[in-house]
């Protein structure tokens, strides 16, 4: 097995990640569903190691091109929704980018994250202090929201390849918290050849300097003192990631995002930074999309 790059190693540990294909389904059920025109709707249910159902949605195009791209959705506090948006179903049209992945021929299996739409834990009537309870509790065991996050995303990774190969590489696509999850993912995980992180970019320094409070999944034990977010950004090798990000949002400070900008190796990411804020502009999704589907 080749040697890991240090900096790679850095953040599967402070994760307690371990190789990437050991995170496997413990079982997956499929069922066609109704779909609109033009591509293939199924429900698949993947169960991870630790017992969790992660519900998904999965649109395969008529005449798929190759590509294979796992599209995560936003947080906005808005735990209601979370596959449904990314799918085109309900909440923000903007955001609607897995249907349009698959008219350009990309497989595209979209999941709740933890805490979402049919994974709300349903401990309280109120979901954001229940995400950051199950936060709390993790770190007090030594992990972290975003370490589950990373898994369940490791596990579906495994499940995509099995099931249709990764000749193209497997691509990740996210907005927000979506665009969070999948930074993490790529710093860890080679499968991932290729991604898209919208809105998602920013440092904890930058977080606590101006009093965001952002969701709990960002707060990993040991990641301040380890180089902060530059250092998950610097654990990208050989992968194409691109990044755009409001340079007037107000969620994450410029300051931060042209920090971890700064520490991505050489030729690994491509930055559109644009006048506006929490967004992605049509122009830019469909400069994600043509990153995805060209080089996926």
Known sequence: MAELPHDRRAIRDLLEFDEPEQYRPLSVQRRPIAGPAGMYWERVEIVSADGDVIPCFLLI??????????????HAGSFALGKSEAAGLNGDRMLAYGPRLCKQGAR???????GFEERQRAWSSDPAADESLDALLRISNGGSLQAKHTRDIATITTWMIESFGDDQGIGVMGHSLGGQVALFNLAVDPRLTIGVVSCGLGTLASFEAHHIKHNPAWFVPGLATAGDVPCV??????????VTAGIDDPLFPLEGVHAVLAAFEAGVCTAELFVGGHELPPRLEALAIRHLTAEC
């Open 61 to 74: 195009p008529e005449e798929p091109t190759g590509s294979n791209v796992i599209a995560l959705h936003q």
């Open 108 to 114: 595209v299996l979209i999941p709740d994250l933890l």
């Open 233 to 242: 950004a610097a654990a990208l090798h050989q992968q194409q990631v691109l």
